[in-house]
């Protein structure tokens, strides 16, 4: 099995393994932590997270020039190019000490009416350990970066799954033993340490990597400024569409509103998970596609295939969580919680069409067309925060929730008009190919759920499971004989039986 496809398989490893330690842990960490200070844990966590953007989009840079280097065989290129990023990430970690001390010296201003005096300290401290974690977290994470160009994805993937099942287990002691928010700030920095060491020393001892300074190229740093400033906008476009609702809502609100509406948004993104280890794989054959100069139609056809196992999975999810979610929450972490259920539903929603189309990102950065999209997603983003917080004024999280989802809607819309545009993209084909029949597997899943509900009414973990396990095995089911094609059952039946 090729390289690609183990990293695929440990990709999902993680993002199961991920998804279930947060669904089993939180409610833990909440009941050990409490309502506020899981909410100030999640709120300085998001505020620090903006800081870490000024990645610039590095890491997907060195993915990219490290594969082109190595295709071109070109060894003195490959290590003066690592050699100069090094140096640049050097610049960004003082950057981020520089911006840290600058915020930490106005924590006060910002949350003097959401936070007590307490909580306040205790942010504090939080943050001078994030901010230390942060800048050297940037330049550590090149090495993963430099194992993916190098086509290696096993040895970091396995890396992260041993520090999530580490790191659980430690949660677990920590918490147990009378640990604090604090506490769990230093693990998590810990652990980026222990990580950085084991990927830098797999990078130099088994890819026998060299970082060597050449020469001051700057065409080569405006080269690599030109390609990773876009990537750089689209991990703004992120942060802030996930982390700024917990922030503004901090600063509007309470902790306790931030850690309710916090659920939410882990719930949805959890959701777009299950889509990133296929699309986080693909670049290469995006770039394969350019490349070639391959038409439209090809593209489209190659956005339907990748994006039909991402759909079938997000399907799963989305049924179940849409019928069960607010059961599932009232026995996770509480009453308290349930607002999060309808938080994350529309998340959901929203974001399966996007993330069904992944590809097509991939082609626009492989044809270096990325530009455009990073600014309708900069744009679209703001439109959608900026509403969110002044409806957050008035009707708390839901207003930032409708604002984001606002943002999300424009989005989805415009970036179908962009692909048309750049590379032809079969829009009405793709979404007959790909929903037409799933639409339909859906109605009946959720006929079959409904069932469910008013057979199984009781609110207990059996019950629970016993309800996910009939639906899901409905689905998968149906899903076979409705959505595959014959080749498709043939490969199923080979692959089950053989």
Known sequence: MSQLKKGAILSYVTIVLTNIVGLVLTPFIIE?????EYGL??????????????????????????????????KRAEENFLGTTMLIYGIISLVVLFFGVLLYFNLDSIFSSSLTNTELEKAKVMFVILIF???????????????????????????????????????VGLLMYGGDAVGLVILDTIMNILVISLNSFYVFKKLKVKFKFFQ????????????SIWIFVFAVVQMFQWRSGQVILGVVTDTTTVAIYAIGIMLGTYYGAFASAINSVVLPKATKMVVNSETGESITNMMVKIGKPILLVLGLVLINFSLFGKKFIYLWVGDTYKEAWFIAVMIMLLMTVPLTQGFGNSILEADNKIRGKALLNLITM??????????AK???????????????????????????HFFNFKVIYFFKKLYAKFVFILLISLILGLMLNYVFKDITWMYFFVKVTLLSITYVYIVYLVFLNVEERKNVKKRLFK
């Open 32 to 36: 050990k932590l409490g309502d506020a």
């Open 41 to 74: 844990y999640t709120l300085i966590g998001a505020f620090v997270g903006y800081i870490s953007v000024l990645d610039f989009g590095l890491n997907n840079t060195i993915v990219r020039f490290v594969a082109k280097y190595r295709a071109e065989k070109d």
């Open 133 to 171: 974690n942060l800048a050297i977290t940037l330049p550590g994470g090149a090495f993963a970066a430099i194992c993916s160009g190098y086509e290696h994805f096993v040895f970091p993937r396995a890396v992260n799954i041993g520090r999530y099942i580490f790191r659980s287990l430690m949660v």
């Open 216 to 227: 001051t190229e700057l065409v080569l740093v405006k080269e690599i400024f030109s390609y």
């Open 382 to 391: 703001a439109l959608g925060v900026l509403v969110g917080y002044f409806l």
């Open 394 to 420: 008035d009707i708390g999280m839901n207003g930032m929730l409708y604002g984001i989802l606002l943002g999300l809607f424009v989005n989805m819309i415009i970036t179908n008009i962009y692909y048309v």
